[in-house]
């Protein structure tokens, strides 16, 4: 049972979100995206920088392509779920801070592209 006011809300929500995922579904998904030495083949599953082959989990290889994918543009913590897990995934924002720290260290040096925005999320940057 809701209150009205919690039904409302709920509401809002879902359109929301169908309302960001088909704004982003109606851009140019590129299969490979190459920023400053980062190569990402979305259909191979590959991540490169240079010439090293990086080893990244689903869940690190689907956060970093959503941010190399549109570099600048910060995303939330719920967004990334989100994106990377779907809507109905458990998990806690923060878990995602877990993720981001475990990606930063295999992309070593080159890590560095991704910034933490305070108290809003993260985002790419290229000029790291």
């Known amino acids: 049972m809701f209150t009205p006011k919690v039904l409302i809300a709920r509401v809002k929500a879902v359109l929301r979100r169908g309302f960001e995922k088909g704004q982003m579904e109606s851009e140019v998904d590129p299969a490979v995206i190459v920023i400053d030495g980062l190569e990402i083949n979305k259909?191979?599953?590959?991540?490169?920088?240079?010439?090293?082959?990086?080893?990244?989990?689903?869940t690190e290889f689907g956060i970093l392509s959503l941010l190399a994918g549109k570099p600048g543009w910060v995303f939330s913590r719920q967004q990334i779920i989100d994106s990377v897990r779907g809507y109905d995934f458990l998990i806690t924002p923060r878990a995602i801070d877990v993720q981001i720290f475990g990606l930063r260290k295999k992309m070593g040096e080159a890590g560095r592209m991704i910034e933490t925005v305070r108290g809003v999320g993260y985002r790419f940057r290229t000029d790291a």
Do not use: A, Y
């Open 43 to 58: 259909g191979r599953h590959e991540v490169r920088i240079g010439s090293e082959q990086l080893h990244l989990t689903m």
